[in-house]
């Protein structure tokens, strides 16, 4: 009862706090970007403040404060980052969620009482919950713009983290989301797919976005990838990297990137890692004349289920595969993607509707990419032409046994794919933005 007391109270008083500060004029020019979440990790959001800033915007971030921000942020005194307060809510059974959420919406709320008032609201979705009640809130109380930018829906990252006796609440989930989905003024999606979806399904109309490498993703040339490659600590064994810097027929560089969450199988990149090494170790114990590259695969990223699959990846025995999972600095990341020989996305979408901006990353550096064939994944990687589709391991091992057994063909499938990656690839995010985006959010002042 004590509880429920204090919570109400909590909840009048910043009520209050906000009913004040809205009666203030709204700034012009000013924005609000919303990010339940590692601003440092939403690269796509950090994308649209960098935008708003040269646009002349004054930007306030809300989010978790916890990994650094692109280098090109930093220059901005017209940027402000309010960190959010971490839930401390430890329970174990369905309370967890109704806890967090209650957690999440009073630092959520006194966040937003800290932030000028703005003319513009721009929030990343998912996650949604509190995101979207409280941001319809301030849309109201300030009559500012509200924008949604849907990078997938809250509701299907959830299904995957819950039980299966838990259909109650992934339902009330999805009312909610599709809810407050109705308050917002714009919307802004990640695939032609999702845009077809949320029109036909939710009665939201969206403009598609298409996420873009900024311009510090570009390919190496051969002189900075050795200059990278000898001086980077992410390979510590001094012969391997020798053998990157060297000749691609003595070893080739693979990347991928990850959140380590359980829509990334990446049991499929070991098991073809694992045959690959087998048929390496069959073709020298056969002492046959074809000399198939060693492979050095680094996946990068932080997440739940790193320490699981570094356990996994710590027991594996490969003579011909080395395998890496370093945390890059943010300025060694684009580094990393253009030294690369190919890339490898594992990402299947719990919506079947978003895009992987890992290989959008990739396609920044023209880095060819083998991919997990889902629903709409031929709107960003196409077959045979910038990367590979796969469906399961023995696929992924056919695919990388074809590419290496054309290593050094100046028409093999690898410089194919790369060739057309150069020829196409000149669109950035800022064109994209330009394109799309502003066009829209101006309108907000």
Not at 318 to 343: F, H, M, N, R
Request: aromatic share 10%; net charge neutral.
């Amino acid at each position: 009862m004590m509880m429920v007391i204090l919570t109400t109270s909590i909840f009048v008083l910043v009520f209050v706090v906000i009913f004040v500060r809205g009666l203030r004029t709204p700034g012009k020019r000013c924005a609000v970007v919303v990010v339940q979440g590692d601003i440092g990790r939403s690269p796509r959001m950090q994308y649209h403040a960098l935008s708003l800033l040269n646009r002349g915007y004054k930007v306030t971030f809300l989010g978790y404060d916890e990994s650094p921000l692109i280098p090109e942020l930093l220059k901005f005194k017209t940027l402000k980052v309010i960190g959010l307060t971490v839930p401390r809510c430890k329970l174990s059974s369905k309370l967890f969620y109704l806890t967090k959420a209650i957690e999440q919406t009073m630092y959520l709320m006194v966040a937003f009482c800290k932030c000028d008032r703005p003319s513009l609201v721009l929030l990343q979705n998912p996650p949604c919950i509190p995101t979207m009640a409280v941001s319809v809130l301030f849309r109201f109380l300030w009559g500012c713009v509200l924008v949604f930018d849907w990078h997938n829906y809250a509701h299907t990252i959830l299904a995957l983290s819950l039980k299966s006796n838990s259909g109650l609440l992934l339902k009330l989930s999805k009312i909610y989301e599709m809810f407050f989905s109705q308050f917002s003024d714009f919307n802004f999606c990640v695939s032609k797919a999702m845009q077809k979806d949320l029109n036909s399904n939710w009665s939201v109309h969206s403009t598609v976005l298409y996420d873009k490498a900024p311009r510090r993703f570009k390919e190496l040339n051969e002189t900075e990838r050795g200059e990278f490659l000898s001086k980077t600590n992410y390979f510590t064994d001094m012969d391997l990297r020798s053998l990157l810097i060297g000749n691609r027929q003595d070893a080739i560089l693979l990347v991928s990137s990850t959140s380590w969450t359980p829509d990334e199988d990446f049991g499929i990149l070991l098991d073809a890692l694992v045959k690959y090494n087998s048929m390496c170790d069959q073709q020298n114990y056969k002492g046959s004349v074809i000399n198939y590259p060693k492979i050095v695969c680094a996946i990068t990223g932080k997440g739940p289920l790193k320490e699981f699959y570094k356990s996994t990846i710590d027991n594996l025995k490969l003579q011909y595969v080395t395998i890496c999972t370093p945390w890059l600095e943010a300025e060694d990341y684009p580094k990393l993607i253009g030294s690369a020989d190919l890339g490898i996305c594992l990402h299947t979408s719990s919506s079947g509707l978003d895009l992987p901006m890992k290989v959008v990353d990739m396609f920044g550096c023209n880095l060819p990419v083998c991919a997990v064939k889902y629903h709409c994944i031929g709107e960003l990687v196409e077959h045979e032409v910038t990367g590979l589709h796969f469906e399961d391991a023995k696929e992924l091992y056919d695919q990388l046994e074809r590419i290496v057994s054309e290593i050094g063909n100046t028409n093999g499938i690898l410089e194919r794919m790369r060739g057309n990656l150069r020829k196409n690839n000149h669109l950035r995010w800022d064109e994209e933005w330009d394109e799309k985006a502003w066009p829209i959010l101006k309108s907000a002042d």
